[in-house]
């Protein structure tokens, strides 16, 4: 490939770079938690990801990666032309604090999130998350929810940032793909799906709630699933605002299904 048009790689040999700021420290959970929306950023890693963060529209800030994948990573480059710091797979550990196996990481600017309002009146397939607050989960719901035709995800404020690392890895870069906005305040947000014409169902292994298999839906109808914690499922208030509880019937002796799995249960199944 043509190295003419790509902006010169930046050497870095010193893991204390401040260039590297936004890298310092992936694997502090709780540090990066609060410090990336403050700073108004996230991290995709592997090309891949990358590739989807840029193709959707996401400024990429910079790109830290080993020499080895400048020539991959280099229609990105050149797309962004975000300066791109080359280190050795040593620096890389050193300043994020695990092994850079998909080899390269990318610094990415966040963009607004949409109005709530303006996604309901688009969509007519959507998923509500409460307390989901596993970043795993997040990041494997957005999964289900793209390949299973929702148009877009809405959480309470109370729910794991789908922009986190771990989420966006484990979404394969489709957090970038289905929209998704806060609902806030929580709950009298919700009103807004009821203005919406929403059906609104609150998903629930409890047993006096309807058969997922029995339900029928037009293909008009517009739908709201409505899905909570792992430890205590959605809270009763919001419960109360839904039209109608539903479960997946499961074998007996099981209490309930993990939430990521019941998404795409019922995705599959009314979307
Ligand atoms: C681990 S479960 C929570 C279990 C909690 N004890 C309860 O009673 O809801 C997490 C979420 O997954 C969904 N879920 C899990 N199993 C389900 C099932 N069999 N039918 C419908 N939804 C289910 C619900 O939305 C639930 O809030």
């Known amino acids: 490939m043509s190295t003419a048009s790509r902006p010169a790689p930046i050497r870095i040999d010193d893991p204390a770079d401040p260039r590297l700021h936004d890298y310092v420290a992936l694997t502090d959970m709780e540090l990066r938690k609060r410090a990336e929306p403050e700073q108004g950023l996230f991290i995709a890693e592997g090309e891949k990801v990358i590739a989807r963060a840029v193709g959707a529209g996401y400024p990429m800030r910079s790109l830290l990666l080993s020499d080895k994948w400048l020539d991959l990573m280099a229609p990105v480059i050149e797309r962004t032309g975000a300066p791109a710091y080359v280190g050795t797979p040593a620096l890389l550990e050193e300043v994020t604090g695990f092994h850079v196996h998909r080899g390269a990481l990318a610094a990415m600017a966040r ?7 303006a996604l309901l009146a688009a969509a007519r397939r959507i998923v509500v998350l409460e307390k989901v607050n596993n970043h795993t ?4 719901i957005f999964r289900s929810a793209a390949a299973l035709g929702t148009d877009a995800v809405l959480l309470a404020p109370d729910c794991a940032d789908p922009l986190y690392r771990r989420s966006v890895r ?22 807004l799906l009821r203005e919406h014409g929403y059906r609104r169902m609150a998903l629930t292994p409890a047993p006096e709630a309807v058969d997922l298999r029995e339900l029928r839906l037009d293909p008009q109808d517009k739908v709201a699933l409505f899905l909570g914690s792992e430890g205590d499922g959605l809270s009763a208030r919001v419960m109360a605002q839904c039209d109608l509880r539903v479960r997946i019937a499961m074998a007996a002796g099981v209490d309930s299904l993990n939430v990521a799995a019941a998404a795409a249960v019922a995705c599959f199944a009314l979307m």
């Open 137 to 140: 989960n997040i990041g494997a």
């Open 111 to 117: 963009t607004p999130l949409p109005d709530p309002a």
């Open 170 to 191: 484990v979404s394969m870069g489709t957090v970038f793909a289905v929209p998704y906005a806060k609902l806030e305040p929580w709950p009298q947000a919700l009103g």
